[in-house]
């Protein structure tokens, strides 16, 4: 890909106490899931007829899918609008990207009944074109392919010089054909995640009478759409921070300050899309009802969206690591993560339904062991491959 920079494995020791914990919290939950597969939806969580969905997907793959729109915000940003200064990120994000949604093909084969036949959206004589549903499976699965695929030059760049001479020469020919044509997998890849990021907002579209006042909009697609791209930078500027810290190196602030200072326009932009579809339904009312949706929503808004937006209009602020890494964090848990939790569960409420779903502590240890995998195979594949800078200085 273009906007390449020189990159190399990091020399840190892999196997940490941190990773050690990890293993062990991605153990548990793989217990768990493997225990659901045998056992069913109903041994394991709390969900019924009423609540169909619940923490697997408000967490695992809604807000799983948000916070990977890093991978597609920062491709733009580099080889679309050639703000070449950025390269530096590209990897990372990318390597989050698609780690991201490979979680989320994973959570999702947990959370269907008939987990066996997730296969069938391959098969043309199953699709179904009039399904909002099959759209989001489709395109998540072409955007997964993708990111596979524009991780070939990574494999190529560390592997060429260092295999034997026919595997070598294999190497040498794919790098050179997708450094001709990766152009057309990055609009690609940019182009799927705009669709079905806004398509998961539209899941809920069909549910107006099941859903609270604060949430229901026709907008919900558009809110969906840009929630996520405003999300794409706080989470390549969290990933990043937390990766130093964790790799024992300097945040690079020099390249993640002039990042920050793109968020208030795509913060700011959902901000008043979120206030003036507010106005026009005249919801704001529900806000101060005292109820569990009026606290989350308040919770949402100014937690998740305001302060954060507040934070990172001050060039002082996007120049501190703390602010910065805490802006972000702010606006990717409160803003998006609660945001998309909301919508699929506390906003939800069939008429028909004996009480509240909660999620059981066995949904909650899945979630936590596929957030644990993802963290050791990020080490992994940093250990690994040529993702972060080489020149990188030392904390």
């Known amino acids: 890909m273009s906007g390449h920079v020189e990159a190399a494995p990091v020399e840190n020791k892999f196997l940490t106490p941190g990773v050690k914990v990890l293993f062990l919290l991605f153990g548990v939950g793989i217990v768990v899931a493997i225990y659901r597969i045998f056992a069913g939806l109903a041994a394991v969580t709390n969900l019924t007829n009423q609540y169909p969905w619940g923490l697997w997907i408000g ?46 093909a994973i959570g999702l084969l947990f959370d269907l009944g008939r987990w066996y036949n ?12 009039n399904s909002v549903l099959f759209e989001v499976g489709m395109c998540v699965m072409l955007y997964l392919t993708v990111l596979y695929i524009e991780f070939i030059p ?36 940019v182009v799927l995640s705009c669709l079905h990021q806004s398509s998961l907002g539209n899941l809920m579209v069909i549910a107006p009478y099941k859903m609270h006042p604060l949430w229901y909009t026709p907008l919900l697609p558009l809110l969906f759409l840009v929630s996520a791209i405003a999300v794409g930078f706080p989470m390549v500027i969290f990933e990043s921070m937390w990766a130093s810290r964790s790799l024992g190196r300097k945040p690079e602030i020099d390249v993640l300050a002039p990042l920050a200072r793109m968020i208030p326009v795509t913060l700011g932009l959902y901000l008043i899309m979120k206030i003036v579809d507010l106005t026009i339904r005249q919801a704001w009312g529900y806000m101060f009802e005292g109820s569990l949706q009026s606290t989350m929503f308040i919770i949402e808004f100014f937690v998740g969206i305001v302060i954060p937006l507040v934070i990172l209009l001050f060039e002082k602020a996007r120049r501190s690591a703390k602010m910065l890494f805490w802006a972000s964090f702010l606006y990717i848990f409160f803003g998006v993560l609660i945001n998309r939790v909301n919508v699929f569960f506390i906003a939800y409420k069939p008429q028909y339904a004996v009480k509240q779903y909660v999620p059981s502590i066995w949904e909650f240890l899945v979630t936590i062991g596929l957030i644990s995998a993802l963290a050791i195979l990020y080490r992994a594949f940093v250990t690994i491959f040529p993702i972060l800078p080489a020149h990188q200085e030392k904390a």
């Open 154 to 189: 990574v494999v190529t760049e560390r592997f060429i010089g260092r295999s034997p001479k026919w595997i070598d020469a294999i190497l040498r020919f794919f790098d050179k054909i997708f450094s001709k044509i990766m152009w057309i997998f990055i609009i690609l890849g």
């Open 118 to 129: 997730i296969w069938h959206p391959l098969l043309p004589s199953m699709w179904q074109g």
């Open 59 to 104: 967490v695992d793959v809604s807000s799983g899918v948000a916070l990977a729109a890093g991978g597609f915000t920062t491709a733009a940003l580099i080889h679309i609008f050639w703000r070449e200064k950025y390269a530096v990120l590209g990897r990372p994000a990318h390597l989050t990207a698609m780690l991201g949604y490979t979680f989320v």
